[in-house]
Nanobody, 122 residues
Framework: QVQLVESGGGLVQAGGSLRLSCAAS????????MAWFRQAPGKKRDIVAA???????YYADSAKGRFTISRDNAKNTVSLQMNGLKPEDTAVYYC????????????????WGQGTQVTVSS
């Protein structure tokens, strides 16, 4: 069982930056693929970035060059640094963990945080 708690969301102007953090419980954190998803009102939940086994990172096209995912297995945390934010980045962002690798679909992720709101004003 893994429990995930996100923090760091908020309101920011376009072009600004935010850093989201996710703290995980459990002693086997390093075995999980970790990802950030987001869901805007009326839209499906989409992957933003993932940290997979062997140090591999995955980014959605919308995140490439602007967002950076990082994890600290010693501290059981995964973070998402978001720079150059745009109004279309507005969504609830979720941290997720998967015991399988390496998938971008939300159905492959077993554990979810409660979500944190990110709002980017124009």
């Amino acid at each position: 069982q893994v429990q995930l708690v996100e923090s760091g969301g908020g309101l920011v102007q376009a072009g600004g930056s935010l850093r989201l953090s996710c703290a995980a419980s459990g002693r086997t954190f390093s075995r999980y693929a970790m990802a950030w998803f987001r869901q805007a009102p009326g839209k499906k939940r989409d992957i933003v970035a993932a940290s997979w086994s062997g140090g591999t990172s995955y980014y959605a096209d919308s995140a490439k060059g602007r967002f950076t995912i990082s994890r600290d297995n010693a501290k059981n945390t995964v973070s998402l640094q978001m720079n150059g934010l745009k109004p279309e980045d507005t969504a609830v962002y979720y941290c997720a963990a998967s015991s399988s690798c390496c998938y971008s679909g939300p159905e492959k992720y077993d554990y979810w945080g409660q979500g944190t709101q990110v709002t980017v004003s124009s």
